[in-house]
């Protein structure tokens, strides 16, 4: 197996692009996929500030190395989760990677700072774990970032990642989700430009990318998501992946092609009844937003 | 296990609706969707003429049946396509039940009407044996029904197969094909209608329906089905109806609900530029339409 670039021997297959590379070779190829992505969907300007969320596993990591690595400079946002040494070893390769690149890291713990932590919100709010945890995390990095004075928000959701989240979303035909699935969400009123640089690059690419980088990354999955639907979507896009090579990427590439453009005007009509939190700001459709009203509940008692 | 309907001992359940059935509610439950069907898509009207596709499956066989008890009035057409003696038995059951029930059959011929079978189209055309054969009666069965003076084509694709065709064409993003993913497709220039009013059914539900109303039909899968692409979206769908019952159903009806109005432009669009196949007067976008290609080379040598 030789490398598609320089025909040198190559270290890593890639079977959606039916290509090999060597090891200079894969990592150029991420960049290129990076770059390609923040062309395609205008992510950033050169004088945006950007805040990368950081989780201490090898997507977030990659993608803070990988922004570098294109010569942009942003900064990290960790968010402690209070699920035991779990989070202690997250937060630990999360400071070592910043302390490293000489990278500007910031730090809020879940525990110290909001008095919670995500298996106590969940039971109390009776959420999945997963849920109580994304709604703490997105209204957390958005806030920073408006704080902070930051324009955009960049996460590491990869290929595997944003497939599993259409699939599920296209099962139930949820209209406004979907609408909303795209690589680079426009700032609104009261939020921050959102953007996933790495939607073009898969979960093993990724894996790839740290071990060739030497980037030690948080490598168990999250002991609180086992059994969650979106590992099961991503089975089920593997299994697919597995007798149809590249379906996976068809399915995202092809609905950010030809489906999103379709759905436009129903992410437009979503935004109207919006008007700030009575907590914090923070915009909502109700009174109190719905960290806000978790907080209180989980905080409780 | 109680009917929902009447309490009585149940003899089969339907977990999608959470429900269980004794055999004349469950028969009144299969009638009682395919007159939703019906309405919800105003498939047809009183005058109408119906011409069933009927394979001598399950399906098919159920539709006509259905059909007939709901009160309408409808004939067959049935296409012999030559696949040994899978074809013989499926032509044997569906004459038997034509005569059984006192209904007007309509019977071509592949070989002998049009000089070949699927299983050579597929081999002279380098088509899969699905795709020769899917051509030929989508042709033959709206020659037949605007021959014969049929405003209507009903065919017994159920909830499993447009399921199936949905998370295929969803996979891919074909919005043309997913516009045209219609339980009644309007009639056009040369096109009759063409309605499925069984796609509120499961292909569990049939094969009931077919035991309880005592139609001998064909249980045999087609040969030369075994492996093609469409059976493999039925496991993947099974599979997720298996973790979470009602989400095929989900999946298919929501798509009818929210999705399919959004791409009414891209059906529309669609019709632009056609006009009638030199050889056999069908609508097509070339100068010979595809099926009069496929015969050409399929019968001849």
Redesign the interface.
Known sequence: MKCRRCKAPAVIDVRRHNAAFCSDCFLHHCREQVRRAIHEFSMFGPEDRILVAVSGGKDSLALWHLLGALGYSADGLYIGLGIGGYSEESEVRTRAFATEHGLALQVISLPEDHGYDVETAAQRTRRSPCGACGLSKRHLFNRAALDGGYDVVATGHNLDDEAAVLLGN????E?DYLARQHPALPAGRGFARKIKPLYRLGEREMAAYCVLEKIDYQVDECPMAAGN?HL?YKE?LN??ER??PG?KA??LF??L???LP??DP?AHAEAADVHPCTECGEPTTGDVCAFCRLRERAATA
Chains 1, 2 share one sequence.
């Open positions: 296209t099962l139930r035909w209209t639907r099961g089920t299994e697919l007798r149809s379906s068809a399915f092809g609905f092609d030809r489906m379709l759905l129903a």
